[in-house]
T-cell receptor, first 114, second 111 residues
Framework: DADVTQTPRNRITKTGKRIMLECSQT?????MYWYRQDPGLGLQLIYY???????NKGEISDGYSVSRQAQAKFSLSLESAIPNQTALYFC?????????????FGPGTRLTVL | DAKTTQPPSMDCAEGRAANLPCNHS???????VYWYRQIHSQGPQYIIH???NNETNEMASLIITEDRKSSTLILPHATLRDTAVYYC????????????FGKGTLLTVNP
């Protein structure tokens, strides 16, 4: 089984709908992240959480919200989806502390907003 | 975080070494160099990281210049499965650990 899972893997929705993307991990990591990727571009950080009680905005948080339900679960919501939120969304995890740690990414969710 | 500059694309013959350059001329003393890769819209995969010294693991080698203003990722024997976008990232560690992804280098390994 994959260490970082994302559901759904693909989603098509309409403008104005509320959408939730879910991420679960079995790695036991404290830190979790949500990124989006537009075609031909690198990843942009939306939100990140260093532990269950810690939520931080990333570069492009407008239009998004998150919930860290447990150490292993981190959800991303689009309250009212718009077409320019059509993108590939990735969840990632990493360990806490230390000078260096690495991020482990999920398989991604392809979201299309019509 | 410091910014990086990478060529948009490179080609390599299968079985040959692939050398991917990265410039990070404004890197700070406490910033590490990380390399990740992304194979066709899959989640990015960590490859290697370094601070000052050259590093090697089962996937690749990382060569950092003495002034730390540039680095090279080396895949010693590239295979077709190494075709991917490779991202060079500089970032501090610890509590401020965040990755900033640029556009990376698309490495195409040809048969």
């Amino acid at each position: 089984d994959a260490d970082v899972t994302q559901t759904p893997r693909n989603r098509i929705t309409k403008t104005g709908k509320r959408i939730m993307l879910e991420c679960s991990q079995t790695k036991g990591h404290d830190r979790m992240y949500w990124y989006r990727q537009d075609p031909g571009l690198g990843l942009q950080l939306i939100y990140y959480s260093f532990d269950v009680k810690d939520i931080n905005k990333g570069e492009i948080s407008d239009g998004y919200s998150v919930s860290r339900q447990a150490q292993a679960k981190f959800s991303l919501s689009l309250e009212s989806a718009i077409p320019n939120q059509t993108a590939l969304y990735f969840c990632a995890t990493s360990t806490a502390g230390g000078a260096v740690d690495t991020q482990y990414f999920g398989p991604g969710t392809r979201l299309t907003v019509l | 975080d410091a910014k990086t500059t990478q060529p948009p694309s490179m080609d390599c013959a299968e079985g040959r070494a692939a050398n991917l350059p990265c410039n990070h001329s404004t890197i700070s003393g406490n910033e590490y160099v990380y390399w990740y890769r992304q194979i066709h819209s899959q989640g990015p995969q960590y490859i290697i990281h370094g601070l000052k010294n050259n590093e090697t693991n089962e996937m690749a080698s990382l060569i950092i210049t003495e002034d730390r203003k540039s680095s090279t990722l080396i895949l010693p024997h590239a295979t077709l499965r190494d075709t991917a976008v490779y991202y060079c990232i500089v970032s501090v560690g610890g509590s401020n650990y965040k990755l900033t992804f640029g556009k990376g280098t698309l490495l195409t390994v040809n048969p």
